[in-house]
């Protein structure tokens, strides 16, 4: 394979020329030549602006067509893509930039109540040579902002040539992108991909739903996010599928969206199925054009399988298990499995993957047998940015990603998590850390001590339960907590529950221990 994610949209716009290749929240539709179009005006004024091979820029905005012409345009000119989640707060924000050494951040203007900028205005961020906002406020505009339009005019004068010259430098091995998971130690890690394994992640996902240029796909999460990007538009680049993103709040809105769209392939979290499936009236809209639905790696009930199969006549519903770190670990589960494979078990490995369950001194595990789970394929992180010591921690010399997710194999292959060992939890379907809360919420006045736990949430999947030690003085409330967590995090981190303890539960070294405080939580619940 001798592609780039660039030189993969440079083939879509020849081929599909003006079919939609996104449809917008507002049911906006952007043409693959005009994607590409676009993102040829991002790299020759990345040029003009001093862009190098090698520079990290980050496109901290909610989903739109530009940021994917923002983010190959980048790409083109043989810059490393830092995706940040449009929900992410300042400080969290200015935690990566500054750690990835960001030079160019591209963001959105005013999402709702928020004006991005605004929360970036008391964050340090040495490394930051230009801020180009999508929607600027001028009156706010310091000497690094600049309007995106205004930031394009900047390239017209940037030839052919010079833009072709660039382009021939970025090959596949080269940096593509930087995204940001979290770890046990509650510093927020880079994971760093060449254009190799990121498009490899893109065709493990086109193959088992078939998705061909015949599909509208509504991939689940933000275009900053794996499910978005790398399982989501850059899969679109490769088989010439439409992309649509919407609002999928209730099931009135998810009916809508599908219809509306004519949505074939849809991944997303149960409740969202849920939502659909008790809506009232629903068989006033024709959702007849679904015909492969996910739920999205969590745990869902079986009956809603069932209901999925019997009530939508869905061809295939499926569960599938992936990571930051390398996508595609098991396949979406076949038509013919059953609910119960499908609700209680993530599928099958892959068949270019390798799927093994290890004790704690890595010796694999009969079938049936609880342990880590390790995986190996061609689509791996590269390394952990500039942290050594967790890049040897999480890959073995011969190519064995340690997951730290926790379950066990039976003999037909299926695949099922029992557990995490990060003690990560899904909200929302995003991954949520609680050791890098936990490391914010210690600055936080008043507080002593603190631990977050994940709890089952009947809508969330999961949500944050926070146990927080008041220090001296302080009479901090649920509320106040709460509040804080609002204007820190982003809203799908911010814990569901709080309970005031006089102290956490710990070992003899000193560690939390989180088991006794789910003890706790069960009590009360």
């Keep these: 394979m001798n592609q780039t994610i660039p030189s993969l949209l440079r083939a879509a716009a020849r081929r599909y020329g003006d079919k939609a290749a996104l449809i917008s929240d507002r049911n906006e539709r952007t043409s693959f030549a005009k994607i590409d179009a676009e993102a040829d005006r991002v790299a020759r004024a990345l040029l003009a602006d001093g862009v190098h091979l090698g520079d990290r820029l980050a496109i901290w905005a909610p989903n739109m067509w530009e940021w994917v012409a923002a983010a190959v345009g980048l790409q083109r000119v043989g810059g490393t893509l830092v995706p940040l989640n449009a929900r992410y707060r300042g400080v969290e924000v200015a935690d990566i930039v500054r750690r ?3 030079t160019h951040l591209i963001m959105a203007g005013k999402v709702g109540s928020a004006y991005f900028p605004d929360l970036l205005r008391d964050e340090d961020t040495p490394s930051l040579r230009r801020r180009i906002v999508f929607d600027i406020d001028s009156a706010k505009a310091n000497g690094r902002d600049i309007a995106w339009g205004r930031f394009l005019q900047r390239g017209e004068d940037v030839s052919d040539a010079a833009l072709g010259e660039r382009e021939t430098m970025v090959t596949p091995d080269t940096i593509s992108d930087i995204m940001f998971t979290s770890g046990t130690t509650g510093r927020p890690k880079g994971a760093v991909f060449d254009h190799r394994t990121a498009i490899r992640g893109a065709e493990n996902m ?9 599909d509208v796909f509504c991939p689940m999460g933000p275009f900053a996010h794996l499910g978005g990007y790398k399982t989501g538009w850059l899969v679109g680049l490769l088989a010439g599928a439409t992309v649509c993103w919407g609002d999928t709040r209730d099931g009135k809105a998810t009916l809508d969206l599908i219809s509306s769209r004519r949505i074939t392939i849809m991944p997303a979290p149960p409740v969202t199925w849920q939502d ?3 809506s009232p009236n629903r068989a006033d809209w024709d ?3 679904l015909r492969f639905v996910a739920t999205g790696g969590t745990v869902v009930p079986p009956h809603i399988v069932r209901r999925l199969r019997a009530e939508l006549n869905v061809q295939q519903v499926g569960t599938g298990y992936g990571m930051t770190e390398t996508t595609g670990i098991t396949n979406y589960s076949r038509p013919e499995d059953s609910p119960e494979q499908v609700a209680l078990t993530v599928g099958r490995p892959a068949p270019d993957s390798e799927v093994r369950i290890v004790d704690a001194e890595g010796r694999v595990l009969p079938a049936d047998g609880t342990g880590e789970i390790v995986v190996r394929n061609d689509r791996l992180l590269i390394k952990y940015l500039d942290d050594p010591v967790a890049t040897r921690a999480a890959l073995e010399p011969d190519g064995w990603l340690h997951t ?3 379950g066990c194999m039976d003999e037909e292959g299926y695949l099922r998590i029992t557990d995490r060992l990060k003690d990560m939890y899904i909200s929302n379907g995003f991954n949520v850390y609680p050791a890098e809360l936990e490391r914010l919420l210690m600055t936080m006045p ?3 001590d603190c631990a977050v736990i994940g709890i089952p949430d009947a809508r969330r999947g999961e949500a944050g339960h926070l146990f927080l030690v008041r220090g001296a003085g302080s009479t901090t409330t649920e509320a106040e907590a709460i509040g804080w967590c609002k204007q820190t995090f982003a809203n799908y981190k911010v814990p569901e529950l709080v309970t005031f303890v006089d102290e956490l ?6 560690k ?3 088991n006794q405080l789910r003890n706790l939580q069960d009590k009360h619940a």
């Design 276 to 278: 659909l499936l008790d």
């Design 512 to 514: 939390v221990l989180k």
């Design 404 to 406: 730290g997710d926790v």
């Design 206 to 214: 086109i193959g088992y739903p078939s998705i061909s240029e015949q």
């Design 505 to 510: 539960p710990r070992n003899a070294l000193g």
């Design 446 to 448: 008043g507080v002593k």
């Design 100 to 102: 990835a050494g960001v």
């Design 287 to 289: 959702v007849s054009c």
